[in-house]
């Protein structure tokens, strides 16, 4: 058989899992839907044996931030645009909470879950690195969007001279700014949790986890967060928290 002069052979590329992340959060519902936006909640970064060596993590005691390119593992199967069980416009658009969730823009100009490959990118902050645990290195991470289990399959350092561009436009986020709500959390519902998770979970809750089409104010929410099943409401914009 004769091949046409352009023709390429593309061999797939098959990755596995460097690391795995851990966190408070432990289900979808409730994760911030961007890194960042909860700057205080706490992870861990562990990664799998073959990566369990000093020399890995050198020099990442010098960054202050990372890139974590990781799975939307709890997505079920793959929205692939070859996929038939949907039309071509809900496979090639989505429907960015940002915009009321009534809007559809291209998948390739938001950040949605949903993709034709189940990749997400997030920034994450440094807090400390360990070389030496019982799971081998670890690094401590603050801000991040990934849920517990997540599998992360690249770590790179962030750096400020390629990665910043503070006067970008960011589309139709300009256009849509968001304003983190008000949470109100009795003593009764914090003793469970330290300052610093009570802290994390109001940035959390701040953000409104509930898809954007709800709007019952006696409708109960629950997620959840440091091993406690958190039930909320929501209404005019205050949220209040009422189990934990």
Known sequence: ?????????????????????????SSKFGIPRQSGLAPTLEGRIVFVPEFRHEEALRGLECFDYLWLIW????NGQNRSLASPSSSLT???????PRLGGNERVGVFASRSPFRPNRLGLSCVRISKVEQ???????IHVLGADLMDGTPIYDVK??????????????????QHQWRPMEVVIPDSCRQPFT???????????AQDPRPRYHDDAERVYGMPFAGRDVKFRVSNSVVYVIES
């Open 195 to 205: 300052d610093e998770q009570v802290e994390a979970l109001i940035e959390v809750l």
């Open 71 to 74: 799975e939307f593992s709890a």
């Open 157 to 174: 350092p962030y750096v400020a001279y390629a990665d910043a561009h503070p006067d970008a436009r960011s589309g139709f986020v300009d």
């Open 132 to 138: 030496s645990t019982v799971e081998g290195p670890v």
């Open 90 to 96: 809900s496979k090639l658009t989505v429907r960015p």
């Open 1 to 25: 058989m004769v091949l046409p002069n352009n023709f390429r052979i593309f061999a797939l590329m098959n990755i596995s899992p460097v690391a795995y992340f851990h966190g408070p959060l």
